[in-house]
């Protein structure tokens, strides 16, 4: 089971960073390191896609998945 939660525009520079070169936003590492303190790896338990394609970059779309009610808990609690 699979649970996905769509980020927020007003959101999106908080939990999110621009990477050079792979033009897509990827989670700010003190999210990566918050997460993996409680336990969860990134890429494994959670992660980060984008919805649109990359032409609409502007008006792009991004959602985090989580493996398990808990993992997403994890996240709320600290970043929601």
């Known amino acids: 089971m699979t ?3 769509l980020v927020p525009r007003a959101r999106l520079h908080d939990w999110l960073y621009y990477e050079t070169g792979f033009e897509q936003l990827h989670p700010v590492p003190e999210i990566v390191d918050y997460m993996a303190q409680q336990g ?5 338990d959670w992660g980060c896609v984008a919805e649109t394609p990359v032409q609409q970059l502007k008006t792009r779309a991004y959602t985090l998945w989580f493996k398990t009610q808990e993992t997403q808990t994890a996240f709320q609690l600290g970043w929601c």
């Open 40 to 44: 969860y790896q990134y890429g494994t």
């Open 3 to 5: 649970l996905t939660m």
